[in-house]
Nanobody, 121 residues
């Protein structure tokens, strides 16, 4: 099964930057087939999609982070990144990465355990 591990979270001041990393395992030689997403969940709120990168070059970003966050992937390292710039207090949340095989969509999406991002002065 696919396993995902997020890292890179922490405390950052408003306007600062932070980069999250999600390392995947269990994908065999098919990592490049996976669509990779970043989600976040703040206390008392539902989990929301931050952005995703497809198995090709397709990209999606939520309006709330567009222009500030960038998702990238390194298929050789089986890793997906979330670069966050101009952070705001409302970006505070637990961030999760996800992976879904675009060529076998019936297989449930895999999720990481999450990493805390806190934006505060």
């Amino acid at each position: 099964q696919v396993q995902l591990v997020e890292s890179g979270g922490g405390l950052v001041q408003p306007g600062g930057s932070l980069t999250l990393t999600c390392a995947a395992s269990g994908t065999g030689n098919m990592f490049s087939r996976y669509a990779l997403g970043w989600y976040r969940q703040a206390p008392g709120k539902q989990r929301e999609l931050v952005g995703r990168i497809g198995s090709g070059s397709s990209m999606y970003y939520a309006d709330s982070v567009k222009g500030r966050f960038t998702i990238s992937r390194d298929n050789a390292k089986k890793t997906v990144y979330l670069q966050m710039n101009s952070l705001k207090p409302e970006d505070t949340a637990v961030y999760y990465c996800s992976a879904r095989n675009d060529y076998a969509q019936a297989i449930p999406t895999s999720w990481g355990q999450g990493t805390q991002v806190t934006v505060s002065s």
